[in-house]
């Protein structure tokens, strides 16, 4: 696979999940495609997306890997619910402030991504949303 298929590929999936379920589904339910999202945000020169994003990923602690494993359900079950226990020792050494803070700073950064990213990729925009991928398309055919 070309990088630009690839590339297409990671964009096309990022726009019909943050259609079905917004950037919070993506990271929760997708982490295998968020390590590829900053870099196609921008290459399709998304750079306020990119930043809003990197802002995001940014509260998660250094030893999460963005893999489908308990490590990484723990981390999410920690961001979405104070209420919500988890196993990993890491986390549970975080105060309750600080946890709560962490929730916080994430729903607010999951808020203002999404804010942004609406008038460019939901129902009503420009092609519904796909706009950028028929223009990439488009170029790239032309590119032949």
Partial sequence: MSPELFQLHITINTISNWQCDGWDGIIAYQPHLVPYIPEVLAKFGL???????????????????FEDDSLYCDMINFLH????????????????????AMVTQYQEKLCQLDKITGPLWEYGSPRDGWAMIFDYIQAWDVRG
Wanted: hydrophobic share 40%; proline share 3%; charged share 30%.
């Fill in 47 to 65: 750079q306020h997306l990119k930043h809003a994003f990197d802002e995001v990923i940014a509260i998660f602690p250094d030893f999460i890997m």
């Fill in 81 to 100: 619910n104070m209420r919500i226990k988890v196993s990993d020792e890491r986390l549970n050494a975080y105060t309750q402030e600080e946890r709560q």
